[in-house]
């Protein structure tokens, strides 16, 4: 075995399965004011965020209810003003709910946080914080250990009104941070075995999840499965399937697991014979057949848009991104001609 290292984040408790968020209740009692962060359609079109505020009881010192898409600063610093003051924030929702609360927490000083994810984008791990800077069209953002929740809350019942698109592209989402991880990151003991097993599981369960999305075991295994795609990401390099998913979704609106269904098939055929053979025939055998043929496949199968097209993403703009990477500007324009 190689010699590295292993950078552990601050999460420190995960509260997973069925009737999860009851400890909420148990994770406020220690707080004096505690403050939840959500999106509009959670709390004007289901009953979670009641739910929410009646566990918080009577810590609960507010509720912000429009952090929007892609995390607009304007909505990161109006959060950021009504939760002023309190020792607990709690997000509910999905990535770009949970990096606007990561991004409250720093703008506070980094008062305890607890997420309950509603999507498998996987923001509920990372220190990498992305924030929309809204006059110039791009995601920009921090990373900053300390903005990692210490606490996560996996429940099924929670993604019960996540909508069927949203629901199975962020589980891409999460497929293409195992893929990246294993493709990119090296031998490593621990995001090999995890990443390896959370692709599995992802391309076994997103396809029973579409045709019983009631089940409430199958998005249990899904949660595990993204947070096991997700499991170190202080030692989870991006690649190129990611980096171009976010400079596409904050410049065109694209949401960013629909994002990964257009670029990460295409990365992964460019790729095709650049990475080291292993770790490309332990993806095969994960996926269960060809990795870019696996994915291209299971994005059809979910009935999931793949096409930059399908946004109205100009031919004549995809030039000047690829630009913008460098030595990888003519794998970049490769990816993005192949999703157009």
Known sequence: MRRGTHTFLRTERV??????????REEAR???RAFLVTGRTLSEETGLVRRVE?????????????????????????AAEAARGADLLVSLGGGSVIDGTKAVARELGYPRHVAVPTTLSGAEWAHRVGVTDEAAGRKAGFRDERAVPPVVVLDPEATAHTPERLWL?????????????????GEHPVTDVTGLEGARRLVRCLPRSKREPEDLEVRAQLQVAAWLAYFGPANTPMGLSHELG???????????????????APSLERMRGRVRADRWEALREALGGDPAERVAGLVEELGLPSRLREFGVPEGDLEKIAAEYGERAEDALAILRAAR
Do not use: K, N
């Open 54 to 78: 009646e566990l918080l009881g009577e810590r609960h010192a507010g509720t912000f209810a429009r952090m929007g898409q892609h995390t607009p600063g304007s909505a990161v610093e109006r």
């Open 246 to 264: 976010r400079r596409l979704g904050a410049s065109y609106g694209i949401p960013h697991g629909i994002t990964s269904c257009m670029t990460l």
């Open 30 to 32: 220690s707080a004096d």
């Open 15 to 24: 509260h997973f399965g069925a009737g999860s968020l009851q400890e909420i």
């Open 169 to 185: 592209s962020t589980g891409i989402r999460a497929l293409d941070h195992a893929v990246e991880g294993v493709l990119y990151g």
